[in-house]
């Protein structure tokens, strides 16, 4: 019974530990990813942008300027990456969210069986941040 306590205590700590990361006000994007080409190639820019708009933060591209208040505090600020995955059949992405300490925070790993790239890499994000904690409450 003890071993059960000690494991809720822990496993609520380490749940409010990783809350308190998503208190960030803003995040940063990269305007091409490793696997762009061009801006918005595949709409992952745009739909990933408007999924952390939805959930609260205010989104800027990497070649924006950023407000005064996130340049006064730089932690109001997590840096987004998406990764692709190697894989032959499948389209699979990997969101993080990067804070001020270069902590991930936020991961999220989504897949999609897709064939077409155009509508492929829009729905392995939406897998993956279909049941993510990334909402703000």
Same mark, same amino acid.
């Given at each position: 019974?003890?071993?059960?306590?000690?494991?809720?205590?822990?496993?609520?700590?380490? *749940?409010?530990?990783?809350?308190?990361?998503?208190?960030?006000?803003?995040?940063?994007?990269?305007?091409?990813?490793?696997?762009? $080409? $061009?801006?918005?190639? +595949?709409?992952?820019?745009?739909?990933?942008? @408007?999924?952390? $708009?939805?959930?609260? +933060?205010?989104?800027?591209?990497?070649?924006?300027? *950023?407000?005064?208040?996130?340049?006064?505090?730089?932690?109001?600020?997590?840096?987004?990456?998406?990764?692709?995955?190697? #894989?032959?059949?499948?389209?699979?992405?990997?969101?993080?969210?990067?804070?001020?300490?270069?902590?991930?925070?936020?991961?999220?790993?989504?897949? #999609?069986?897709?064939?077409?790239? #155009?509508? #492929? @890499?829009?729905?392995?994000?939406?897998?993956?941040?279909? +049941?993510?904690?990334?909402?703000?409450?």
């Amino acid at each position: 019974m003890k071993k059960f306590l000690f494991l809720m205590l822990f496993a609520c700590l380490g *749940l409010g530990m990783q809350a308190q990361g998503l208190n960030a006000k803003y995040v940063q994007m990269k305007k091409v990813y490793n696997f762009q $080409e $061009e801006f918005n190639e +595949y709409r992952v820019n745009s739909f990933l942008k @408007h999924k952390l $708009e939805e959930a609260g +933060y205010t989104v800027f591209y990497d070649d924006q300027e *950023l407000p005064q208040e996130a340049k006064a505090d730089p932690c109001k600020v997590l840096k987004c990456n998406v990764e692709r995955g190697k #894989s032959m059949t499948a389209t699979k992405l990997t969101v993080t969210l990067i804070n001020c300490k270069n902590e991930q925070i936020f991961t999220a790993n989504g897949e #999609s069986r897709v064939k077409l790239r #155009s509508k #492929s @890499h829009v729905d392995a994000l939406k897998n993956a941040l279909e +049941y993510s904690a990334l909402n703000k409450k």
